[in-house]
């Protein structure tokens, strides 16, 4: 049962992360929150005419006027979207006043743009908000940001520009294999060997060349072994992190490095990081997409 | 309905090739094939009570007397199997008259052991029995085999016997990828791009360590550059078995090499192989199989 209309939160305006798998709201009041809602209705389950009622049902619970300022980003501005946000090319600034507006609401929806690059062919969605969120909260700051999750991200900016990126499906590649191949057999369980996880990435950058050759030895350590599940994951993780960095390397030598994530996969980054004597700066990924969403909503603000 | 019994396949002995996903079983009477039968009863579907019931299923319509000989291999031996065949260590012979007989049948079950290696740990169930029926096939051969699959197996052979192996999640890796992974929608369809399968090869080899990073461009350039299906599709399974081919090249370099495999599998590593100036015999990996079930019942016809 919804609280009377005099209890509920009014929001001036609202902010939406809308990935594949999820949706994030935030009720604000300039750069206040007011409220939080999740759903899991994201891309992945909607139809395009599904999108406004999904967001509806979201936000049910908030007294939200119609006309209300919508900033969104994620997968919602994909071509199997709500309504595709055209990417924008790199190099460029993270964002621009240059949003998509949405039509079929009685909200003031817009959805901010991905990235593209041309050679080599890459594309991002949700991260360029991110990117922009850590840049507002660090005036003038250079250097290579690393946004781990399933499909991490390496980002090289300067002057407030992103110059490049490349994307790497090391999250995915974790999931399929510890859940879907015959390692799944060997790597169960939450517990993690912190050795086991550096060795493998000293492994993995050293000899990068061998890495197909240490995925099936996982499974066959614990078969004649009898290695420990936690063993096990921390070393598939560390492989597929070490072999991550090993092609990222041009990007994270030498320079700032900052990791926007969440908290347990930005850690293993930064410590596989840290053992070859690379230090980074780490910040929640919700909280930069928040600060990205609002500093859009700003510049939305300011350009009606 | 069953033949008349007069009309049905009197096998002398049985030859079984039971994977994790299917059952293969040929009627024999020495080295003649009088009939074969498949099923889908693979260890993966079986309680271990189950597996006396899925031979009977698979051999009803033939006339099979009490205590037929019947020789299996694969991963109905292993510890989730009918009985588990404890692996032999390498180096030894592909195989030997040390089987292991199963008790709850009315027929003269024997399974043929998988093999093991110390170090580096790795494991074998099925392959030996096919290099087994190679060896029987090419007397005195030396040499490396590759026995291409869902776990692809790189396997030093001399004087007759295996004295080292390594496994790849080549095959596994290539299902879960284009069937699960994001690059599933960039992947689908049956054909192939043979001068892209070639490109990747020659990337992934020259430049392993640069393999994480190739991936996502397969979906990048499709959503950018309308890449073709079939392009993207053989493109990653170039990049798969370059990638192999890199952390194998010990095994294969300046060697004779034969590929056991299934035709369009073995195709691809043959070709492979070829750009990279390495000739390789190819042999079909089912004829293998019941070579090596064969020369493992005269053995143990022999020693009886």
Known sequence: MNAALSDRVAPDWIA????????????????????????????????????????ATLIDGWHVAPGTPVVACGMVGSRQGWCEAPYRAVPCTPMSSQMTPVNDTALNVHIIPGLRQVTPADVMRGEETQIAGFLALNDGWDGVICLPGTHTKWV??????????????????????????????????????????????EEALTKPEKLAARLFSIRASDLLENTP???????????LIGAELAASKPYWLGTNIAILGAAETARHYGRALQTQGAAATIADAARMTLAGLTAAYRQMKDTI
């Open 229 to 239: 599940p936690d063993t096990s994951r921390a070393r598939l993780s560390g492989l």
């Open 156 to 201: 090289q900016v300067s002057a407030g520009e992103v110059i490049s990126f490349q994307t790497y499906m090391t999250g995915e590649m974790f999931a399929l294999l510890s859940q879907a191949s015959v390692l799944r057999h060997s790597v169960q369980g939450d517990g993690w060997d912190s050795q086991a996880f550096d060795n493998a990435v």
């Open 16 to 55: 939406l992360d809308w990935g594949t798998s999820n949706l994030r709201g935030w009720a604000m009041r300039g750069g206040e929150v007011l409220a939080t809602a999740n759903s899991t209705a994201g891309m992945g389950t909607l139809t395009r005419a599904g999108y406004a009622d999904a967001l």
